[in-house]
């Protein structure tokens, strides 16, 4: 079997073994650029016969190692599978191939007057969202990756190809026999390729308003963001800065915010419903002692809004110019949260960190944005120590060491402590029964032992 598409240039092998995560470098042995899913297999079976470990491979914008080749093998770049392959609008549906993206699918969707609304920031492929779990923003009103994929087609390590709700179904619920398809969201490619997802769609709202409002404490913010959502407020985002963000935010977007924690909410509806929405959403965030709103109405101010908040990483960066971000990624349940984000801020500041802090606080999901000199073994372990105990500090509240990053690499022992030893057993059974040779991305999520 020849694939044309195979490459085992330096650049292009480095290129395909990092991603935005803090991890070094390490690329595979080869690159293949399979065009659809029978080269996928094919490949696969290859690898399979000649024991060698196969890395996916979408956008390399994860941010836990995920696509490192930390055994070395066949990274499998799925960029040249990027058709949108079947729209059904009346249905609220599409399928797509790994190489589409989340901005890709919604240009393509413009004029349905539907789109695709889970957005992690990056333009990240669709289905390597799938594999981590992706969410984002939106994920208060419209949940994560794993509440909108209806059916995957994945490749396993032995070449052959499952279709985890059954070939071509779609229906909007299903209990039919043991949920697969979201065995496979989240999985991070160690337990097969997702070369197809079939992802729900949403009507695009015929309104939608931003608003920012500032606060005297993150206890007032958190409690208005607690409030709001039991109030039944349908509210589409929700995001937390302290005031180290918004005071980078401010300075990288060119933006002249009050520097004290602040909400950044957005609302989707008709325009009855925002007024609705928006008058208690007001009265809420002022018994709090929040200030008046600042609205962002027209398409361009909501959008330079977003863009200042999905752009908080490189504000962070500009923080501390010739350092490196990494960021955190715990999540607790709404009640937990205020007493978490003041803890994490009094360690920040007795450790001499520097880590503003962003979060999708509807969902108890939050990032301390690190800003770290790779340069320097000593800080470097400070923020090694910081990192534990913030998710330790979160799993003692009954939450998780990740929300929508992912294990990768990093959290593989805190996902021990977390899932607890009969819990990990039985992940490692799945995966020694779809993988017995650990072939599939081996090293991540999964410490384990050789065979």
């Known amino acids: 079997f020849i694939c044309e598409g195979v490459s085992l240039g330096e650049a292009v092998r480095e290129q395909h073994g990092k991603d935005e995560s803090v991890h070094r470098c390490r690329p595979p042995d080869v690159v293949v650029f399979p065009r659809c899913v029978e080269e996928v297999s094919a490949l696969a079976k290859v690898c399979h016969k000649h024991r060698l470990p196969i890395i996916p491979f979408g956008t390399g914008t994860g941010l836990e190692g995920g696509v490192g080749a930390v055994k070395g093998g066949v990274c499998f770049s799925l960029r040249n599978m990027e058709q949108v392959l079947d729209l059904h609008p009346e249905d609220f549906d599409v399928t797509v191939e790994p190489g589409v993206t989340r901005k890709a699918l919604n240009a393509y969707l413009r004029d349905t007057g539907l789109w695709f609304p889970v957005d992690p920031g990056a333009d990240a492929s669709l289905c390597g969202m799938a594999a981590t779990s992706a969410s984002g923003t939106n994920a208060v009103r419209y949940g994560t990756m794993r509440e909108n994929v209806m059916n995957l087609e994945v490749v396993l390590a032995d070449g052959s190809i499952v279709h985890t709700a059954g070939k071509g179904r779609r229906p909007r619920k299903t209990s039919a026999g043991y949920n697969l398809t979201n065995l496979f969201v989240g999985s991070e490619g160690t337990l097969g390729i997702i070369t197809k997802t079939t992802l729900r769609l949403y009507g695009i709202p015929e309104a939608m308003v931003s608003a920012v409002c500032s606060f005297p404490s993150v206890q007032a913010a958190v409690d208005s963001t607690v409030q709001t959502l039991q109030a039944g407020v349908p509210i589409a985002r929700i995001e937390f800065l302290d005031d180290v963000m918004i005071d980078a935010c401010n300075r990288f977007s060119s933006l002249s915010y009050p520097v004290t924690p602040t909400l950044f909410l957005e609302f989707h509806g008709s325009e009855q419903s925002l007024q609705e929405q928006v008058k208690t959403a007001e009265d809420i965030t002022q018994s709090n002692g929040g200030s008046d709103f600042q609205w962002a109405r027209d398409t361009e101010t909501r959008n330079r809004l977003w863009k200042a908040r999905h752009d908080a990483w490189y504000a962070a960066l500009a923080l501390r110019p010739g350092c490196k971000a990494y960021s955190t990624d715990v999540c607790v349940p ?36 690190m800003v770290v000199d790779p340069n320097n073994p000593e800080e470097m372990h400070r923020v090694h120590l910081f990192t ?5 500090r979160a799993l003692a509240m009954d939450g998780t060491c990740t929300g929508e990053h992912g294990v990768g690499l990093g959290k593989r022992a805190l996902l021990c402590e977390e899932m607890g030893p ?18 599939m991305n081996p090293g991540k999520i999964l410490q384990r032992e050789e065979p």
Do not use: W, Y
């Open 334 to 369: 709404l009640s937990r949260l205020p007493q978490i984000i003041v803890e994490t801020k009094e360690d920040l500041i007795e450790n001499r960190l520097t880590g503003p802090i962003a979060g999708h606080v509807g969902d108890g999901n939050f990032h301390c944005l």
């Open 388 to 392: 534990e105990r913030l998710a330790r």
């Open 422 to 439: 009969v819990g990990i057993q039985v992940m490692r059974s799945l995966k020694d029964t779809l993988d017995p040779n650990n072939l």
